[in-house]
């Protein structure tokens, strides 16, 4: 098992350039999650996903869009890159529906 | 609004020392708590968990937590460290928003000497 992958691992981008954070999970979950994390604070819930086809908001979803197609793949889209969405972006899954108990490596994004 | 605080960023010690990391957090009612890890160069990990019961959970590798809901707090213990004992550690608490939110401290980067 692979477990939780992203990609790409780093971006930077220009601001206003968009881009889609790709997380795909081998262990047939159906919760995933995307959240942020920035320097000396915790990690914050963009989007949830409880299953195919279903997405929440999180604590900070503005800037971003989501899509899950199917029970394996989590999409983050940023449509207009701002510097503020500068960040390492973890995506997460569980079997269970409740917090997050497998988390992808990471994407490190910088926007200039 | 509700908070989590882990009361040290960076923590040193040496082998065989014994570790307690603090985790505090702020809502008064039910709360599901959690540490999770990670090591260099790793994923992120759940630790351990606390849902009911048994205030006093144990984790893989050795690790403990006691909940005391006096104090608000969760704190992550560990009678010996190793130095493979090196990583990030967080605390969260999900505490009524959803069943899958959770607030997060910051983190505590837990240095081992050997």
């Known amino acids: 098992n692979a477990g939780v992958t992203q990609t790409p691992k780093f971006q930077v981008l220009k601001t206003g350039q968009s881009m889609t954070l790709q997380c795909a999970q081998d262990m047939n979950h159906n919760s995933m999650y995307w959240y942020r994390q920035d320097p000396g604070m915790g990690l914050r819930l963009i989007y949830y996903?409880?299953?195919?086809?279903?997405?929440d908001k999180g604590e900070v979803p503005n800037g971003y869009n989501v899509s899950r197609l199917n029970k394996r793949e989590f999409s983050l889209r940023l449509e207009s890159a701002a510097p503020s969405q500068t960040s390492v972006y973890f995506c997460?899954?569980?079997?269970?529906?409740?917090?997050?108990?497998?988390f992808g490596p990471g994407t490190r994004l910088l926007v200039l | 609004a509700q908070s989590v605080s882990q009361h040290n960023h960076h923590v040193i010690l040496s082998e065989a020392a014994s570790l307690e990391l603090g985790c505090n957090y702020s809502?008064?009612?039910?709360?599901?708590l959690f540490w999770y890890v990670q090591y260099p160069g790793q994923h992120l990990q759940l630790l351990l968990k606390y849902f009911s019961g048994d205030p006093l959970v144990k984790g893989i590798k050795g690790f403990e937590a006691e909940f005391i809901k006096s104090k608000f707090s969760f704190n992550l213990r560990k009678p010996s460290v190793q130095w493979s004992d090196t990583a990030e550690y967080f605390c969260a608490v999900n505490a009524g928003i959803s069943n899958y939110q959770l607030i997060w401290g910051a983190g505590t980067k837990l240095i081992i000497k050997p």
């Open positions: 809502y008064g009612g039910t709360v599901n």
């Open positions: 996903s409880a299953s195919e086809g279903t997405t």
């Open positions: 997460a899954s569980t079997g269970l529906a409740g917090p997050p108990q497998y």
